[in-house]
């Protein structure tokens, strides 16, 4: 993942880079525009006034030579129009060549070199003693510490706003992760400041929406549960002479509110608790077997140890066995607990209608029914999201197969501890 504060600090070197590159290259051009051929055709002139003429003595020419390398302290040497040295005065110029010559200065290897041909045709060639620094360097090095300077001044600004920007995107992580009182410190008065106090607001705003609801299904729960045990108590005090089949179905009706009603009790303490309250080892076999006793159900299988809470462990079997029982039909309901490798596997297998492949995801969703189910009754309540909230949190999950001759079977898969034998 690329840095903000990074791409914002190279864009801002690669700028001054090209700002740099630019002025000088401009003041090359502008610096080479300046030497005219006019300036240039003037000192010609004027070189060949002060020396002697063409036809003249080399001797004569050489003096004059030696007295201009005296005044100008520049290394001078005079060529013939074909390219033979007439005279010269100091160190020796570099080669020479009048078929590539050409008028003005020119950079070499010993330094700037300045060439000039005189109105009788005869080159003048002429190498700085000492060289003088060009003024693009002066520019060029100007404009560079320049550039470093806004480099350094910039770095701790964008990379305070760097800072800034992964500190809100850790809150927001943070609140997507279920912490519901992240919140990020605002500070200065930019965007990203207005960007930090809006996310605080919503922050708080959810966190009390959910709270609201959290307490909303927590006080309807227990309300419920008053005029239920009124009813359970009614339909126990009625009398021998009643119909018996309205009284037992009064009782299941109360017995399937009182379970959803823990349930959504369940569910809500759940959310509200993003980790696991307690852990400790479980022998998956022995506590499937015993929630299975209940309901006169035998248990196959190995025992396999894992690590998590025995209550809701508890509770996701218990969900499991009562589903294949309601929704299964009249066929019988196997319960088997095996190792694959380091995981522990639960099955619950039922011979009953099955689920469509397209639903057996969705069934996990909290209240949703199957098609049809309005009339069969199969598929509401809370219980097959409980167990698949509760194998998550434990580091697993379930999932709805088909079983063999027909029938569904629901299967969890848990991290199992121990050595596998």
């Known amino acids: 993942m690329q840095r903000l504060y990074l791409q914002f600090y190279v864009t801002i070197l690669v700028v001054l880079a090209v700002f740099v590159g630019a002025a000088v290259l401009l003041w090359r051009l502008a610096d080479d525009d300046n030497r005219t051929p006019q300036y240039l055709d003037v000192a010609a002139e004027l070189t060949g006034a002060l020396l002697p003429d063409i036809a003249a003595p080399k001797q004569d020419q050489q003096r004059a030579i030696e007295v201009l390398q005296r005044k100008l302290r520049f290394d001078i040497a005079l060529y013939e129009p074909d390219g033979d040295m007439i005279a010269m005065a100091g160190k020796p110029p570099p080669r020479f060549n009048p078929m590539h010559a050409r008028t003005g200065w020119r950079r070499g290897p010993g330094g700037p070199n300045f060439t000039l041909q005189l109105p ?60 519901l009182s992240a919140r990020v410190r605002v500070e200065g008065r930019d965007e990203v400041a207005a960007l930090a106090a809006s996310f605080n607001r919503s922050a708080q ?65 759940l959310e509200a608790l993003p980790n696991l309250e307690r852990r400790e080892s479980v022998d998956l076999l022995a506590l499937a077997a015993e929630e299975a006793s209940h309901y006169d159900l035998e248990v196959d299988g190995e025992p396999v140890t894992v690590s998590g809470d025995r209550l809701l462990l508890r509770r996701l079997i218990r969900n499991l066995v009562e589903n294949a029982l309601r929704y299964g039909g009249s066929g019988p309901v196997t319960v088997t607990v095996t190792r694959e ?37 199969r598929g509401s309540g809370l219980g097959l999201a409980l167990v698949l909230d509760i194998a998550r949190r434990h580091g697993g999950d379930a999932v709805c197969l088909a079983a063999e001759g027909g029938g569904s079977r629901f299967r969890v898969d848990l991290p199992a501890t121990g050595e596998e034998e």
């Open 120 to 179: 009788d045709g005869r080159w003048l060639v002429a190498r700085q003693v000492r060289e003088r620094p060009n003024p693009a360097l002066w520019i060029a090095a100007a404009l560079g510490l320049v550039a470093i300077a806004v480099a350094i001044a910039a770095y701790p600004v964008v990379r305070g706003l760097g800072r800034r920007l992964e500190r809100l995107k850790a809150g927001v992580e943070q609140l997507g992760g279920g912490d």
């Open 205 to 269: 705003r959810i966190e009390e929406l959910v709270a609201a609801h959290r307490l909303l299904l927590a006080n309807a729960s227990h309300e419920l549960r008053t005029p239920l045990a009124r009813i359970a108590v009614a339909a126990s005090l009625l009398g021998e002479n009643a119909d018996a089949k309205t009284r037992d179905s009064l009782k299941q009706d109360v017995a399937e509110l009182d379970q959803l009603i823990e349930q959504i009790l369940l569910a809500s303490r």
């Open 341 to 377: 490798g380091h995981r522990a596997v639960l099955d619950v297998s039922d011979h009953g209608p099955g689920v469509p492949e397209a639903e057996r995801q969705r069934i996990f969703e909290p209240f949703y029914r199957l098609a049809g189910g309005a009339e069969t009754g």
